[in-house]
């Protein structure tokens, strides 16, 4: 059974930073694409960035310069470095997975989505 399973998520200042983990288990992604989603609350579930297997990325405007995505094939596990956040950032972050290697905005194409981790940004 594959799973993911987000972390670090929490309350932070405006102008602050987080990092979240993602850890997948049940099956291996070092091939596949890996992606951020969020959701605020009212609003519908919105890209934030994905990364290749190999390191591309590509990310939401809204979030540019400001977020970095990386991972780690070893550990089967990608990362979300959020530096200078603000509130408009207050939202539940969730990883997802697809299992092929091009990486795509669209949600509908990731086959594993995690549960998701609150992040609140005070102004």
């Known amino acids: 059974q594959v799973q993911l399973v987000e972390s670090g998520g929490g309350l932070v200042q405006a102008g602050g930073s987080l990092r979240l983990s993602c850890a997948a288990s049940?099956?291996?992604?070092?091939?596949?694409?890996m992606g951020w989603f969020r959701q605020a609350p009212g609003k519908e579930r919105e890209f934030v960035g994905a990364i290749s297997s190999s390191g591309w990325s590509m990310y939401a405007d809204s979030v540019k310069g400001r977020f970095t995505i990386s991972r780690d094939n070893g550990k089967n596990a990608v990362y979300l470095q959020m530096n200078n956040l603000k509130p408009q950032d207050t939202a539940v972050y969730y990883c997802?997975?697809?299992?092929?290697?091009?990486?795509?905005?669209?949600?509908?194409?990731?086959?594993?989505w995690g549960q998701g981790t609150q992040v609140t940004v005070s102004s």
């Open positions: 049940g099956r291996t992604f070092s091939g596949g694409a």
């Open positions: 997802a997975a697809r299992n092929y290697i091009t990486i795509l905005r669209d949600q509908n194409q990731y086959d594993y």
